[in-house]
């Protein structure tokens, strides 16, 4: 086929007007095509880097736009990211590029640490409330209580290592678990060492040193122990003994006392979280005298009533810089004690006016991220897009993004700046507290650097990355959402909670990045 007929069904399918005998011609000229399945991934890219420019959901071209802004490529209307999904699909079957692929994949959640008691982990990303993937984590210090997705919930006493197979799989390494298991998730196993724990619906305790044999004690109901040379023993409630010798040996040595305890751990996490909250709360109030601060909302005292978000920054321009509250609903922040606001509808948003330029800038927010609905999804964006302003924001595929152009709207292909963090966020993550951050130094030429939850991160992509920043500007602006968007339609709001937003006329360091992570952290 001749590349003007190929892409001319290219671009038939990627702009949702492709009949069903189109489809499948093109299906079967990617199949057999090496060459044609390259040409449609190229194509599928270019239709990705204009989607982030700003063309969206809405399949037409930007009307709203003057006719100076556009571009002969903007004005194809090209589908949106569900439609590059089952491109690559049909690029890569069958051929080597899957593994490249996959291996872009973000795991899905199967666990959930439900609360903790003076908990310390090797994974320093991890705290209450994270969703858990497949894979090892390590409890250095207190209690932590672990919630499977399929209904059994695990508590650890530190020191513990536990690996995470599946929503019905665990390996205890070493420390000293207790499974509580509903009747729906029976069948829940632990593997420790060589032997194999079977639920039957039940309560039970293992705990292993690497070294001894392990004990198993059963509190209530009944499990398997199965071992190398044994088929399986059955024990009931009030068994207690060692795994060894290729089976369960009974001892009553093996003691009830001394296994986590789900209550205690649950009530020692209200305490440990009012104690973080206070903490935060502290140091909340001592950073807003930092002569670097240009703007400081630390969310607190909101009411159903309230209409302002108050500036807490003492130096600076105060009242001035206070946030018009529109429509975004008041809701429960990173602590029960502390307030936030939730943005979901098409009219919520904070309403900013932010004068003055920037030679460097920090900018960072505590962001509950429930759902990534749109190609770009708000967290803070200038009116429009003129000279030197930015947008700071998140996109569909969880990326954290900072973008500006010295020549605000005008040929953004050529000259808008694009910078996306590796992606940290999936759908299994939603409901979860972050801390992100963007750290940008004009005044030195260097590029925009990203953190998340504490942690300088690299780049996905982006465009004219090597190209410097000018100083930037703000002006009017939202948080969560977009007042006067650049193209019509372009909807970003933000589906999700921010409970804390600070701007800086200065580069935080690492260090400093870390810090408020660890104070603010729930």
Not at 367 to 373: E, M, S
Not at 463 to 483: C, M, V, Y
Not at 499 to 509: K, V
Request: aromatic share 10%.
């Amino acid at each position: 086929m001749k590349t003007d007929d190929l892409d001319a069904l290219i671009f038939s399918y990627l702009d949702r007007t492709i009949g069903s005998d189109g489809k499948r011609e093109l299906e079967k000229i990617l199949e057999k095509d090496h060459g044609a399945r390259l040409r449609f991934a190229e194509l599928a890219r270019l239709d990705s880097e204009i989607r982030d420019l700003g063309v969206e959901d809405a399949a037409e071209p930007i009307p709203s736009t003057p006719s100076k802004f556009r571009s002969p490529v903007i004005s194809y209307s090209w589908a949106a990211v569900a439609t590059i999904a089952l491109l690559c699909a049909l690029v890569f079957r069958g051929s080597d590029e899957q593994a490249n692929l996959s291996a872009a994949v973000i795991k899905s959640g199967v666990a959930v640490i439900s609360a903790e008691a003076g908990a310390v982990w090797r994974e320093k990303e991890i705290n209450s409330g994270t969703n858990l993937t497949p894979g090892i984590v390590t409890l250095e210090k207190g209690l932590a209580q672990i919630d499977f997705f399929g209904g059994a919930t695990v508590s650890l006493a530190a020191p513990a290592k536990l690996e995470i197979v599946s929503n019905e799989k665990a390996i205890l390494h070493h420390g000293q678990l207790r499974a509580d298991v509903p009747p729906a998730a029976r069948g829940f196993e632990v593997f420790v060492g060589e032997y194999r724990i079977e639920d039957l619906g039940t309560k039970f305790g293992v705990t292993a040193d690497g070294v001894n044999a392990p004990e198993l004690v059963v509190f209530d109901g009944e499990v398997r122990a199965f071992g190398k040379s044994r088929s399986g023993d059955l024990l009931v409630t009030g068994d207690r003994g060692l795994l060894e010798n290729g089976g369960f040996v009974a001892n009553e040595k093996a003691g009830f006392s001394g296994y986590p305890d789900i209550n205690s751990i649950v009530s020692s996490a209200g305490e440990n979280e009012h104690t973080r909250y206070t903490s935060w709360k502290e140091y909340s109030m001592a950073q807003r005298s930092d002569p670097r601060l240009y703007a400081y909302y630390d969310f607190e005292d909101l009411t159903t009533t309230s209409r302002r978000l108050k500036n807490r920054a003492e130096t600076g321009r105060g009242k001035e810089l206070d946030g018009g509250i529109v429509s975004a609903r008041v809701a429960e922040g990173r602590w029960p004690s502390k307030t936030a606001l939730d943005f979901r509808r098409e009219g919520d948003r904070v309403r900013f006016n932010m004068p003055g330029t920037f030679e460097d800038l920090t900018i960072y927010a505590w962001v509950r991220i429930d759902a990534l609905d749109r190609v770009l999804n708000s967290l803070f964006l200038t009116d429009n897009y003129n000279e030197n302003e930015f947008h700071w924001q998140l996109s569909r595929e969880g990326a954290l993004h900072f973008a500006s152009s010295p020549h605000g709207a005008v040929d953004l292909l050529k000259h808008n700046r694009r910078f996306y963090s590796d992606r940290f966020w999936s759908p299994a993550l939603s409901g979860e507290w972050f801390m992100l951050a963007t750290v940008v130094k004009t005044s030195a030429g260097e590029k925009p650097v990203h953190y998340i939850n504490g942690h300088k991160v690299g780049y996905s992509g982006g465009a004219n990355q090597e190209k410097p920043l000018s100083s930037l500007r703000i002006g009017k602006a939202d948080l969560g959402n977009w007042t006067d968007p650049l193209w019509s339609r372009s909807m970003r709001t933000l589906n999700g909670r921010i409970d804390e937003f600070a701007i800086y006329r200065a580069a935080l360091s690492a260090d400093e990045i870390k810090q408020r992570f660890e104070i603010g952290k729930p």
